[in-house]
């Protein structure tokens, strides 16, 4: 069974201090890691994926980094409006029903920010 | 501009009542999703249907029945609603084949008293 562990559960950072966000997982044939951001009373909103190790992707003060069995979500000099919780999730690849785009979610980081 | 619209955005009931949520998506995606979310925030997929034709379906009691009019529209109806059932329903869309990730509604929580 797909399995997607995120750590730490929480995370409280002051403004300007860098970190890193993980997502460990098992899946047979990944055919994508996902990172969502979701707001309090909010959807998740996309913001990156990942198909094969060693592919990074940035976005402003984001950098997300894939390994074979774990992926990392680094903010650096964050701000306070990158408080949200910080969802991770893998896509199986394969034939039937799986290929149609099932997403197992990890059960996030909360993320908040001190100004 | 909304991509993807739930409607209402909240429902309170109780139990024993029949609901329907709706879902609408203007990103002419093929792949709509319902995702129930709990009060640990844990997401966790519900119902696939890729051009009309149900596609995932993972175990969801059968008082839950998806329907999907057209490609762009998914609805969930809930008979016989349990205190259980309370919780955030997220409805999602995506393109099969070309892009897999997927994008959400804001959600619609739904409390069972």
């Known amino acids: 069974e797909d399995q997607v562990t995120q750590s730490p559960e929480a995370l409280r950072l002051q403004e300007g201090e860098s970190s890193s966000l993980n997502c460990s997982y098992t899946?047979?044939?990944?055919?994508?890691l996902f990172w969502y951001r979701q707001d309090p009373g909010k959807g998740p909103e996309f913001l990156f994926t990942l198909y094969s190790a060693g592919e990074e992707k940035e976005k402003e003060r984001l950098k997300a980094t894939l390994t074979k069995k774990e992926s990392f979500l680094h903010i650096t000099a964050p701000k306070p409006e990158d408080s949200a919780t910080y969802l991770c999730?893998?896509?199986?690849?394969?034939?039937?029903?799986?290929?149609?785009?099932?997403?197992?979610f990890g059960q996030g980081t909360i993320l908040t920010v001190h100004p | 501009d909304t991509a993807v619209s739930q409607t209402p955005k909240y429902l309170v009931t109780q139990m024993g009542n029949d609901k329907s949520i709706k879902c609408e998506q203007n990103l002419g995606h093929d792949t709509m999703y319902w995702y129930k979310q709990d009060s640990k925030k844990f997401l966790k997929i519900m119902f696939s249907?890729?051009?009309?034709?149900?596609?995932i379906n993972e175990t969801v009691p059968n008082r839950f029945s998806p329907k999907s009019p057209d490609k762009a529209h998914l609805n969930l109806h809930i008979n016989s609603l349990e205190l259980g059932d309370s919780a955030v329903y997220f409805c999602?869309?995506?393109?099969?084949?070309?892009?897999?990730?997927?994008?959400f509604g804001p959600g619609t929580r739904l409390t069972v008293t």
């Open positions: 249907y890729n051009n009309k034709e149900l596609i």
């Open positions: 999730a893998v896509q199986k690849g394969g034939a039937g029903g799986t290929s149609y785009g099932k997403l197992t």
């Open positions: 899946v047979s044939g990944l055919r994508g």
């Open positions: 999602a869309s995506s393109q099969i084949g070309t892009a897999y990730e997927q994008y």
